[in-house]
């Protein structure tokens, strides 16, 4: 089981700077075998939430997500690696634990505090130590 994210969003107003929500993260889905926490869906540049939109791996067109993900570990849940390839530029931070980041023919351990930017690649993840891994990552469409 997953534990919800707290998200703080912030907004100028007339009256200057203001605490606009203290909520949790809108949505929590399952993909590839991590619990995705979606803090921030925005389409375009203008840094606009885009609430109620289905969700999807990607984000819109020409806009970006920031995202909370936790990898149980696998021998909790046993899904197999999800390789696959976004049209995004992903920024990324293991926040704790460690995963490994798969690619075709390579991989290399990510712990705690370790940063990665993946470029449109082929790529998986897989948490094969003892404890929960979680990761903040923003993801921006490839084609800004």
Request: proline share 7%; net charge negative; glycine share 12%.
């Amino acid at each position: 089981m997953t534990t919800r994210i707290r998200r703080v969003v912030t907004a100028q107003t007339g009256a200057g700077g203001v605490i606009a929500a203290d909520d949790v993260a809108p949505r929590v889905e399952m993909a590839g075998g991590a619990y995705v926490h979606e803090v921030w869906r925005a389409p375009r540049a203008t840094g606009e939430e885009a609430p109620g939109t289905p969700w999807s791996l990607d984000p819109p067109s020409g806009g970006a997500v920031f995202r909370i993900a936790e990898f149980p570990p696998a021998s909790v849940e046993s899904a197999p690696p999800f390789m696959h390839i976004t049209r995004t530029i992903d920024f990324g931070v293991v926040l704790e634990g460690e995963l490994t980041l798969m690619m075709d023919g390579q991989e290399t351990v990510l712990r705690a505090g370790d940063t990665f930017v993946q470029r449109q690649a082929n790529h998986g993840w897989e948490n094969r130590g003892l404890t929960r891994c979680r990761m903040a990552v923003v993801l921006m469409d490839g084609a800004l």
